[in-house]
T-cell receptor
């Protein structure tokens, strides 16, 4: 079963920041937080991942709380093309390799003009 | 860098027929995954390969599903005979194998199967 809890859906105005929360209260020390998104009729797209520190790339920022029990994905300037289902996943890292991804139902983000 | 390639993109078959899906992973990726995604749900792992060996096939319905990766590169997923509940998107994904956090999994566009 997925180890994360996300809201079922969220709306965001175009051009505004989209903040997508995720709870992972049972995360263990060797588990990473990964975010993927899936636009209709496409395969899941990798966005970002992190362990303890906040991370930023060209797509988004990932803010992880100090106790690592929750995180927030931030899309700084949402566009209509960011409308998608966003999945927050905790992924085990063991012995230098990592386990597969266990998906929940994700958050359906709708960006509105 | 080319992404994960899958074919066919769409397939419609009658129940009890067979179907095969092909996947070519990103060059140099030793690990290959097949996921099944039923409409309205997140993807679910069917099988994971490391080179040409099976790492995890615990969720693969082995009475009707089979998968192979004979030369450690391309992979084929077969369903025989198909049931109505096999209607889903079949996603292939791949990743490098190594140390640290760089072992990101990348997905193909998926093969859409409708069983009628």
């Amino acid at each position: 079963d997925a180890k994360t809890t996300q809201p079922t859906s969220m709306d965001c105005a175009e051009g505004r920041a989209a903040n997508l929360p995720c709870n992972h209260s049972t995360i263990s020390g060797n588990e990473y937080v990964y975010w993927y998104r899936q636009i209709h009729s496409q395969g899941p797209q990798y966005i970002i991942h992190g362990l303890k520190n906040n991370e930023t790339n060209e797509m988004a920022s990932l803010i992880i709380t100090e106790d690592r029990k929750s995180s927030t994905l931030i899309l700084p300037h949402a566009t209509l093309r960011d409308t998608a289902v966003y999945y927050c996943i905790v992924r085990e890292n063991y012995g230098g390799s990592q386990g597969n991804l266990i998906f929940g139902k994700g958050t359906k983000l709708s960006v509105k003009p | 860098e080319a992404g994960v390639a899958q074919s066919p993109r769409y397939k419609i078959i009658e129940k009890r027929q067979s179907v095969a899906f092909w996947c070519n992973p990103i060059s140099g990726h030793a690990t290959l995954y097949w996921y099944q995604q039923i409409l309205g749900q997140g993807p679910k792992l069917l099988i994971q390969f490391q080179n040409n060996g099976v790492v995890d096939d615990s969720q693969l319905p082995k009475d009707r599903f089979s998968a192979e990766r004979l030369k450690g590169v391309d992979s084929t997923l077969k369903i025989q005979p198909a049931k109505l509940e096999d209607s889903a998107v079949y996603l292939c994904a791949s990743s490098r194998t190594g140390h640290g956090s760089g072992n990101t999994i990348y997905f193909g566009e998926g093969s859409w199967l409708t069983v009628v």
